[in-house]
């Protein structure tokens, strides 16, 4: 009996229209977003280190180097304050999106700069990487439940920390590598690639979540079908579901002897009448 009524509030708590193949569908997804990702994030490991030392090669000073990493902790802690006000006017995928395509930009820029204005290009991917890193994994983490659903949240943050962590280990080892064998110029390519590769790869894959955009085509205007249900529509949508546990127990009570416990009546009963 009990597997019974797991089974219906499992049903009740189902969004509509979501089958097997759509939870699969949306965890392939989520992997090949995971996977740009991880590239991304192997590009900013990459350039932590590759930066720090352009910095003090630039300027000679290791004051610059810890100014430069102040900077870009400090952006970073500043966005994600206003992380959640972003996601909730636009959405999840438009954020991923841009922030990628920010900082191959400002990596162009720190690559083109000429020699007389490397340290303000420098200051400026310090504030863009730092900030844009942080907005992307807040906005990635919020459209996990609606890529995968609530009950995978736990494998899909554990995939995309292990993407992040790989990221970390080679970023971190084969930065020393790139920056001695093909110098500077080529590391920050590299790096540019990097995450002009993972905004493609959020470009081509229909991301949920967020804001005013972040509507699916199920969830269009008129669509009744894509709708989640809300207010008393959720309250009788669930209703048979609360029918079919009642029976369930009362089954259970007449199978083990117990008298059946009295139907529930929608009515209430009247208002004493004083004389």
Not at 17 to 46: C, H, I
Not at 166 to 172: E, Q, R, S, Y
Request: proline residues 5%.
């Amino acid at each position: 009996m009990t597997r019974d009524i797991e089974q219906a509030n499992d049903r009740s708590g189902r969004a509509p229209g979501a089958g097997p193949g759509d939870a699969a569908r949306g965890e392939r997804r989520y992997r090949f977003l995971v996977a740009g990702y991880a590239l991304s994030s192997y590009g900013t490991f990459l350039n932590m280190v590759a930066l720090n030392l352009f910095v003090y090669e630039t300027t000679g000073r290791a004051l610059a180097m810890g100014l430069f990493m102040t900077v870009r902790l400090a952006s970073g802690f500043v966005a994600g304050l206003v992380a959640g006000g972003l996601l909730a006017r636009f959405a999840a995928k438009a954020v991923m999106l841009w922030t990628n395509v920010a900082q191959a930009a400002v990596m162009l820029l720190l690559v083109l700069a000429p020699q007389g204005a490397r340290t303000a290009a420098l200051m400026s991917v310090s504030v863009v990487v730092g900030g844009c890193g942080t907005l992307f994994m807040v906005a990635l983490r919020s459209s996990i439940p609606e890529m995968v659903g609530e009950d995978r949240r736990s494998w899909a943050n554990s995939l995309s920390i292990t993407g992040r962590s790989l990221a970390m280990v080679a970023g971190f080892a084969s930065a020393g590598v790139v920056v001695s064998l093909v110098g500077y110029t080529a590391a920050f390519v590299v790096d540019m690639a990097t995450f002009v590769v993972c905004a493609v790869t959020v470009a081509l894959l229909p991301i949920a979540g967020g804001g005013k955009g972040g509507e699916t085509a199920g969830d269009q205007p008129g669509d009744e079908a894509g709708r989640q249900p809300h207010g008393h529509e959720q309250t009788h949508r669930q209703r048979p579901a609360r029918r079919l546990v009642d029976e369930q127990v009362e089954r259970h009570h007449v199978q083990e002897g117990a008298p059946a416990r009295p139907a529930r009546s929608s009515r209430r009963p009247p208002c004493p009448v004083w004389d």
